[in-house]
Every structure is written in C-alpha cells, then in structure tokens.
C-alpha cells in the first residue's frame, strides 16, 4: 500500500493471504497464469498489441474468479494499484500471440463405480484399477513417458465436484472372458453410452482404461 502511491508500483497477488491460490487445474497450469496468458493473447490489449498494466490486472482479477468456481473452488486476485495510473509494460505482435498456446480445459474425472448386479459387488476389484488407471492419466509425467505431452484429464478420488464426470457401470463374468458396461455422467445427465467391453480377466483393465481414455479424449 506504501509502494504504490509512492512509486506508482502495481501489484497483482494470486489471492489474499488466509486464501488458497491454485497452481495445478484442469487448465494445465495456475489460474492466475492462464489468465495472464488469455490477456497477453489479445483480450486485453491498447490499440491491439500493447499490454496495459492496469487491464492486465484487471482482467485477471475479474477472470480467475470464474475459472475458480469451475473447479469447485474459491480465488480472488488482489490487486494493489496507485489511482488513476497506468502504463504500457510490453508489447505483442502477431507472431508473439502465436506462441502462446493455451491449454483446453481438461474434464475433471470422479471415483468409478463397477459392480456386479444384483449385489453391486466387485469380485475383480475392477472398480480399485480403475482408479490406478485414471490417477497415472492424470500424471504428467506417466503421460510424458508415453510420448503424449499433457493429460487429457484431471481425476479426483472423491464421490462429488461441480461439472466433473463420474464413470459407472456393470460388468459380468463369463468363463474366462468379463464383459462390461460402462456409461458417463454429469451430475444426473448421462453423456457418454460406450459399446460393451469383453475381453479377458488378464486384460479386461487396460481394455477398460482405453475405452475411457478414448471417450474423454472425443469430449475434449
């Protein structure tokens, strides 16, 4: 508070300081810093390639709120500035704002629920792999010694998260073979029906695995 009415500083804070400030999201990357990079883009540019200091900040102040609550959560930037200033802090070409790529919005993937019905029972702990599954998708660097170069999907081990996606289904045994079904929710909207899986116990997993994978990489 000082600084910037004796200096002309502008700060801009992640979030205020009893708050969290989130570095790892479905969107890559820090909110804060996907906002910055939205901006510098083009959202909020003088006279096309300018960068103001103020519309800079401000931008991110207003925008990081919105992309919190997609994640369930709650940030608010802080921003600390001397009235009625502003400056120009860099400039970007056309050329520049190609070499910003922006991640997509990763979805955002809840705890699988597998059984067998009647009793909803999981003999095969198909549900447990699954889990596994989904939790290196989510890793940058299983995902990086594939060859890919960031995760088609961010996955929690809980039951419930605003507009995340839970996978559920059932599954039933046949001599050696398993034969699933599977579906994908929103909430209470159904929004993926996969063609039933079979494949063997030794590889009824994977199979699961890529069936899922494959799926969320169309809703991407």
């Known amino acids: 508070e000082f600084l910037k009415d004796k200096t002309g500083t502008f700060v801009l804070m992640g979030s205020t300081a009893d ?49 919190a609550t997609n994640i369930g959560g709650v940030q608010r930037p802080i921003v600390s500035a001397p009235l009625g200033k502003t400056f120009v802090i ?19 993937i809840l705890r699988p629920q597998l059984g ?38 961010i996955y929690i081990d809980d039951d419930s998260f605003p507009d995340a996606i839970q996978i559920t289904g059932t599954y039933k045994i046949e001599g050696d073979n398993v034969k699933v079904k599977i579906y994908l929710f929103k909430g209470d909207k159904e929004i993926a029906d996969l063609p039933e899986i079979t494949a063997g116990k030794d590889e009824i997993n994977q199979k699961l695995l890529d069936a899922v994978r494959n799926e969320l990489a169309k809703l991407k």
């Open 90 to 108: 860099g400039q970007m070409t056309d050329s520049d704002k190609k070499q910003i790529t922006l991640p997509q919005p990763k979805p955002i």
């Open 19 to 67: 708050a969290p400030s989130y570095e790892a999201s479905q969107f890559g990357q820090g909110l804060l810093t996907y906002s910055l990079l939205q901006a510098m883009k083009g959202a909020e540019l003088d006279k096309g390639e300018f960068i103001d200091v103020r519309k800079l900040f401000t931008y991110a102040e207003r925008e990081v709120p919105k992309m």
């Open 116 to 153: 067998m019905l009647p009793r909803n029972n999981d003999p095969l702990n198909l549900t447990a792999e699954l889990r596994k599954g989904l939790d290196a998708e989510s890793s940058y660097e299983v995902v990086n010694r594939r060859g890919d170069k960031e995760p088609i999907l």
